[in-house]
């Protein structure tokens, strides 16, 4: 792995936010791609946390520290994100379900959407029902994160809510996070299903137009 890489993965490792920041400035100072900085720096370094906390070799307090390394990180990275020559695409509302305090993964769909040309509603973490019932007049698209498998059930809630205020057929409602799956988006009549931040700007987008 390249040096600056390795460094923000290791800053991230060990929640040292000024590493991270520094080293996603030298990376984009020595021309390496966002896409890679994201890929190879920041979601392996996530990852390696999870396998850590897994073990028992970590704990939550250390978690937080590297969330908050990643999220310094990811500020820094915003910017280039963008992609040039987007036009406006729609609105999306985003949160992460209620029970549910995780907003890495949902800042960064929402970090992509927006380089695409989405305007997004974050509604953060922890969101109650009823917050994405109000919030569906408003926007074309909610967007639905859970991180943990006892939260996957405020997705269905959510959707069931929105169908006893009769918002449902007025958005698309789109699902992602580490436990969800295809099948269980299906299940709960969500209109789609996106393994990450890529992929739900395309799934976003394939919904937007096949409602034009
Ligand atoms: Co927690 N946590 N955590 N955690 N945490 C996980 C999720 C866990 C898998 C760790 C582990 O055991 N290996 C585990 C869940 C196990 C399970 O449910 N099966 C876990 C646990 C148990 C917990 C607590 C219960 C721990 C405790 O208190 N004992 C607690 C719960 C608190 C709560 O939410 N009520 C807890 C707390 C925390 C912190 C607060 C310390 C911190 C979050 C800080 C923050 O987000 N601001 C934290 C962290 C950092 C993690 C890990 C290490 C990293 C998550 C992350 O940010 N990944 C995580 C382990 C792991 O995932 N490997 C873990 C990076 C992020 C960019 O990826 O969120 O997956 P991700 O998002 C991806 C895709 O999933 C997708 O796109 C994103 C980008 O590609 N995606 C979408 C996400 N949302 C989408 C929405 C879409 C489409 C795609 O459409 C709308």
């Known amino acids: 792995m390249d040096d600056i890489l390795k460094q923000i993965y290791q800053g991230i490792v060990e929640g040292?936010?000024?590493a991270v920041t520094a080293g996603v400035a030298a990376a984009l100072q020595a021309g390496l791609p966002a896409r890679t900085i994201l890929d190879d720096g920041m979601l392996s370094a996530m990852a390696e946390v999870g396998?850590?906390?897994e073990e028992g070799e970590c704990y939550v307090p250390e978690m937080m520290i590297s969330a908050r390394a990643m999220k310094a990180g990811l500020a820094k990275l915003q910017p280039h994100m963008k992609q040039s020559n987007v036009q406006a695409a729609g609105i999306v509302a985003l949160g992460t379900v209620k029970g549910d305090l995780h907003d890495l993964g949902k800042?960064?769909?929402g970090m992509m959407l927006e380089g695409a040309g989405f305007t997004i509603k974050?509604?953060?973490v922890d969101v109650p029902p009823e917050r994405f019932v109000t919030a569906?007049?408003?926007v074309d698209v909610i967007g639905l994160s859970a991180l943990l498998t006892t939260t996957m059930g405020s997705m269905k809630t959510t959707?069931?809510?929105l169908d006893a205020a009769g918002k449902r057929p007025?958005?698309?409602v789109i699902v992602g996070g580490a436990p969800i799956t295809e099948d269980y988006a299906r299940h709960i009549g969500a209109d789609g299903y996106a393994s990450d931040a890529s992929r739900a700007v395309a799934l976003a987008k394939?919904?937007?137009s096949a409602t034009e």
């Open 107 to 109: 800042n960064l769909v």
């Open 206 to 208: 394939s919904l937007i």
């Open 159 to 161: 959707l069931d809510a």
């Open 136 to 138: 569906a007049d408003e």
């Open 170 to 172: 007025k958005v698309k």
């Open 16 to 18: 040292q936010q000024d």
């Open 122 to 124: 974050d509604l953060g």
């Open 51 to 53: 396998r850590l906390f």
